[in-house]
């Protein structure tokens, strides 16, 4: 005889509530999908230099600059991009920047950076340079300060020089300087952008080449853009990596998903505990403790429904790896590059075992420049004492301090009086005075009376002295 006391709307019920419980999973990596990445994007303007952008056939760009101009004893080429129609700046802009840096003579340079202009910024000048010597001598006074509008506020991107075309990925609208202007009275919101200008380094040896520029919009919201935004201006971070905050985003998308899992799963179990531990009575009281009929059907399903509720954590267990798996590949090929740029600059002295000529001792030289640059006041020049001429050092101290003035002074087999010597005939000879020094070396520190400390950056290496007013 079979007897029937259950019905389907246990299994029903949890079933609705498993495939609920997809749909939400689901839906939460669209979401993650749309806001976390620029998938789908809309084009302001595209720039390749073989287009022919003097005809009307490309409406976005109306006219192209490209012209050099000096920093110091270094060069740089201007690319400045002029927009037909005016564009509303938002914290969801970014570049596609599609380069090549190849090093041609072995330089001692493995990476080095382009500059997006954000906003210009007017600063003191020890001098004016559009006054002649005459003017100056009539005055009395070479030190009298001038105004100069010059691009201090920007967005840089590491570059690789390996010979290899790779696509850069450089997040404008983070930098709030995209969004508003720098006055003397504040930040003031920008309505609208007509300009675009990129700089990027000259440096004897090695070829940059653009191929394409793009100016996009991201359609969606863009989360991960606004979370950096919001880190950056708040707590002064100069960067961040474009898959840490993804990366950030999808282990709480996670640990959402499991939270609700959780909540299901509780609900569901606790119903079937009650119905099964019901039903279970009826059939004892039913055939009086008789054998012939069990329920072990209400264990099978309460057993069956508890184990695919288990599964679903281990699922998303199982995607969460996969997902942080594709983001470490991004990591490791971008290592990749970084060992044959340095592989490129340094292969001679990597093979000769003098490793500690490849990067002069500092990890992150990019970091110490921008220490550099925020201990130092505007406008105030600078002398960098080294050993040898490492190029690399010197072209991306020259480029990152822009505006400054720098002069490198080479102390190999030079005593301290020999040193101040060079120091006081730099100033003698320029009309900018050079009041701060550089000491990259500890073994280089000066001991000169007219020098005062300023600050260090570490204590094996980087340190600020200020000169003497005489000087």
């Known amino acids: 005889m079979k007897h029937k006391f259950f019905n389907k709307t246990d299994n029903k019920s949890a079933c609705l509530k498993n495939w609920t419980f997809i749909f939400i999973c689901i839906a939460i990596t669209i979401f993650y999908i749309l806001t976390c990445f620029p998938v789908t994007s809309k084009t302001i303007f595209i720039y390749t230099p073989n287009f022919n952008y003097s005809s009307n056939s490309q409406p976005s760009i109306q006219k192209i600059d490209r012209f050099k101009e000096n920093i110091g004893d270094s060069e740089i080429e201007i690319l400045k991009l002029y927009l037909n129609q005016p564009v509303n700046p938002q914290i969801s802009d970014y570049l596609f920047v599609s380069m090549t840096a190849e090093n041609l003579k072995g330089v001692q340079v493995p990476t080095t950076s382009i500059a997006v202009n954000l906003s210009e910024e007017t600063i003191d000048l020890p001098f004016n340079p559009e006054e002649n010597d005459k003017s100056s001598n009539e005055t009395g006074n070479q030190n009298y300060l001038y105004k100069k509008s010059a691009y201090t506020i920007q967005e840089r991107s590491k570059i690789f020089i390996d010979g290899i075309n790779h696509t850069y990925y450089i997040p404008v609208g983070e930098n709030k300087y995209w969004t508003y202007d720098w006055s003397s009275e504040g930040l003031i919101k920008k309505t609208s952008i007509d300009n675009l ?33 919001f880190f950056k201006n708040y707590f002064n971070i100069t960067y961040i990596n474009r898959y840490i905050t993804p990366t950030y985003v999808f282990l709480i998308l996670c640990l959402l998903m499991l939270t609700i899992n959780k909540l299901i799963s509780i609900n569901v179990i606790k119903k079937l505990q009650i119905k099964t531990y019901n039903k279970r009575a009826i059939v004892k009281k039913m055939f009086n403790n008789s054998n012939t009929i069990s329920s072990s059907n209400s264990y099978s399903r309460y057993s069956f429904t508890s184990k695919k509720i288990a599964l679903f954590p281990k699922l998303i267990l199982i995607l969460s790896i996969l997902i942080l798996t594709l983001f470490s590949f991004y990591f490791i090929n971008n290592n990749l590059f970084i060992i044959k740029s340095y592989w490129d600059s340094y292969k001679k002295y990597i093979l000769s075992g003098n490793l500690d000529k490849t990067y002069y001792g500092f990890y992150n030289f990019e970091k110490f420049i921008y220490w550099i640059d925020k201990k130092i006041p505007e ?26 003035d720098l002069k490198f002074l080479n102390v190999s087999n030079k005593n301290s009086k020999q040193i101040i010597s060079d120091i006081e005939k730099i100033n ?19 001991q000169f009376p007219e020098l005062t400390f300023v600050d260090k950056y570490r204590q094996t290496g980087g340190y600020i002295f200020k000169l003497a007013n005489k000087f």
């Open 379 to 404: 406008g105030e020049n600078l002398i960098v004492l080294l050993r040898g001429e490492p190029v690399y050092i010197m072209a991306e101290m020259v480029y990152n301090l822009y505006p400054r």
């Open 428 to 446: 003698l000879d320029s009309k900018n005075k050079y009041k701060y020094i550089v000491i990259l070396s500890k073994e280089d520190i000066l």
């Open 197 to 229: 200008v990129i700089e990027m380094p000259e440096i004897d040896g090695i070829l940059i080449d653009i191929n394409k520029i793009e100016l996009k919009k991201r359609n969606f919201l863009a989360l991960d853009s606004y979370i950096n935004y």
